[in-house]
């Protein structure tokens, strides 16, 4: 076929370019779609994965007026691929289209790669044997640049059925044939599915390992597409194995925002079902329902038993954790029913036999109880065989050992490249020495100068810790001077303000006394300067027997100019939680910490006690209250005030902004 296109094709082009740009303001058709042979439009989540919601409409519009053929195969395939996010149906509609037109036109090739997106919307189907069949059917049909995608999909038929150890094969098969041909996507979602497959084996620290390669090369690649998006979902999946709840929830917001952007409805249930999980173990459990609602919502709208089975699965473990046993048994039976017999899946479906036992054990149906922790026995063996355990640990030590010999043989080609060049480097050897002599003289003298820089430098790290240390000195007169007016005072509220001031100087004492004593002299740490003062305010108020105190925050350094309001106003809050808070001798618990979350600081001050509303009159105009208002507008944050079980007080601020 001649590449030179005609004036009626140029035309043609020009109309349906102009069409599309009026579909997508501009955006869609940065996408150049190509209408004769020697171009082609950029492929969805091949070379881009910038377009809008009226991506589809077009596409569905034009392809039937597109030349040539090839062109026209790869928008039914996108088309179809698309869809089977969405609407499975649908997608199976535009497969299908394609395999007839391919097959009118004797293309052998377009024909094998659209029953290779048929077969993954059949595995979505439930129809697992099928997909096999057409699978083995479209092997001989591709390019081998194809296969790893096609291997990808039958490892999906095998985990499906509960063959983690084929599964992982056919995964390395596809890892093999990417590194092979330098295909950065086809490594992705090899080492993607082996982080899937290794969390299915409990083997959580490999799940992350690969996870986290795929991630990786996933964004190298710079595509946001579906098995990106499945990928964040792993990665989030291990890090919740292992316990690590605030990771997860990093990913899994991550996968649900990349979801919701493109309508991937199988990432959406899948996030939002480990989303559950996450919160429940963070015992936020109106959270947990609300994601557990969204699993279910996005698996019934793509109309997937496989998801939906697991979304009431999921919903019944949380009422578990609950202690509503009786709803959890309608919810797990509800996915059981779902899966029936043939399901296939026996790892999620021994998950709910499981979770059912626990269920009925928790109702005191202990007969039926027996029944399904026996089923689940049954199904458990099936899956975590020996032969899988094995085979996926050697298919993991045989992927080493040739990562290993591929590293040694690069090693070997550079060895032989540097020989290659000694002699050349011999013969510039001598002109090196001369210059090596001359840059020793030139070292030598900057040595001599930087010695004394580094003298000067200590002196003057000496001089401020010097500095500091007699600050603190100062401010510990000054709060001692406070202490001795105080002694005598017979009015009360005199004696409190006194001893207030006392704090307030001391707390300011403190982070002098850090900055001194602290490897860093212009920051202060300030999770141990926490710590510090609130063990100082609760014992000068005496109650060290009944208040807890906590600081639940990583390491963090601020600033000095920073560290000294925060410091007051903790103080302040401290203060006022031991004034008001607890009544009597009540017992209680006080936390402090501080984050940065999106580039702003987070101040957070929380107490179990009676709340704000029972606090004393007058309270809310008092100095202390006076004082947070100011430093707070000092720098230039917000506050918020949560009474809801206790007083909590979170105060948000930018780095840099204390005046």
Do not use: C
């Amino acid at each position: 076929m001649s590449s030179k296109p005609t004036m009626g094709t140029n035309f043609h082009k020009t109309v349906i370019l102009f069409a599309f740009s009026i579909a997508n303001s501009g955006l869609l058709f940065s996408q150049d779609l190509g209408l004769y042979a020697d171009q082609s439009y950029k492929k969805v989540f091949v070379d881009t994965d910038n377009f809008g919601a009226s991506y589809l409409d077009v596409l569905e519009s034009l392809y039937p007026s597109v030349r040539p053929d090839s062109v026209k195969f790869s928008m039914l395939n996108d088309l179809a691929y698309y869809w089977h996010t969405r609407n499975l149906g649908k997608a199976l509609d535009f497969t299908r289209r394609g395999l007839q037109l391919a097959r009118a036109a004797n293309n052998v090739l377009w024909e094998g790669r659209l029953q290779i997106t048929e077969a993954a919307i059949l595995l979505r189907m439930e129809q697992l044997d099928l997909a096999e069949e057409v699978l083995n059917n479209a092997m001989d049909k591709v390019l081998e640049k194809d296969l790893a995608h096609l291997y990808t999909q039958l490892g999906y038929v095998y985990e499906r059925r509960g063959k983690l150890g084929k599964a992982a094969d056919y995964a390395m098969q596809s890892l093999k044939l990417g590194k092979e041909l330098g295909d950065i996507r086809a490594v992705a979602m090899a080492y993607s599915d082996l982080g899937n497959l290794f969390w299915k084996q409990k083997k959580y620290d490999a799940g992350l390992e690969y996870g986290l390669k795929s991630l990786a090369l996933f964004e190298e690649r710079g595509i946001n597409d579906l098995d990106y998006d499945f990928t964040l979902f792993v990665v989030g999946n291990n890090y919740l194995s292992l316990g690590k709840h605030e990771e997860a929830l990093k990913y899994l917001q991550h996968t649900i925002a990349i979801g919701e952007r493109y309508g991937f409805y199988n990432n959406l249930s899948d996030g939002y079902m480990v989303l559950l999980e996450v919160y429940a173990h963070l015992n936020e459990f109106e959270k947990a329902e609300e994601a557990g609602t969204n699993a279910l919502k996005y698996a019934e709208l793509l109309d997937n038993n496989f998801l939906m089975m697991r979304s009431w699965l999921a919903l019944g473990k949380i009422e578990n954790l609950q202690g509503h046993h009786g709803t959890a048994i309608d919810f797990l039976e509800k996915s059981i029913a779902i899966a029936t017999d043939d399901f296939g899946d026996a790892f999620f479906l021994s998950q709910a036999y499981e979770a059912l036992g626990k269920a009925y054990a928790g109702n005191h149906q202990y007969k039926e109880a027996y029944t399904a922790f026996a089923r689940y026995d049954r199904l458990k063996e099936t899956v975590f065989t020996a032969e899988a355990d094995n085979r996926i640990s050697l298919l993991r030590t045989e992927f080493e050992v040739a990562d290993k010999e591929g590293k040694i043989r690069s090693q070997e080609a550079l060895i032989s490249k540097q020989q290659t060049t000694q002699q050349l480097i011999m013969v510039i050897t001598g002109l090196l020495l001369l210059l090596l002599l001359l840059a020793y003289i030139s070292i030598r003298n900057k040595f001599k100068v930087n010695k004394i820089l580094e003298k000067q430098n200590q002196e003057k790290e000496f001089l401020l810790k010097e500095i500091h240390h007699r600050v603190k000195n100062n401010l510990e007169i000054v709060s001692s001077l406070l202490s001795l007016q105080a002694v005598g005072m017979e009015d009360e509220n005199m004696l409190s303000k006194m001893r207030e001031s006392q704090h307030r100087v001391q707390s300011m004492g403190m982070i002098h006394q850090k900055l001194y004593t602290g490897a860093n002299l212009a920051a202060v740490e300030m999770k141990s300067y926490f710590t510090t003062l609130g063990e100082y305010i609760i014992d000068a108020f005496g109650a060290t027997d009944r208040i807890q105190f906590e600081v639940p925050m990583p390491p963090l350094e601020v600033d000095v100019d920073m560290a000294i309001p925060i410091g007051l106003i903790v103080n302040e809050l401290l203060t006022n939680s031991l004034k008001y808070a607890f009544v009597g001798n009540q017992k209680g618990k006080i936390s402090v910490s501080l984050r940065k979350v999106d580039q702003k600081f987070q101040l957070r001050v929380r107490d179990n006690g009676v709340g704000k509303n029972t606090h004393a009159k007058g309270e809310s105009s008092g100095f202390g209250t006076q004082l947070i208002a100011l430093l707070t507008k000092q720098l230039d944050g917000t506050m918020e005030l949560n009474t809801h079980g206790g007083t909590a007080i979170s105060i948000q601020f930018q780095p840099g902004k204390a005046a």
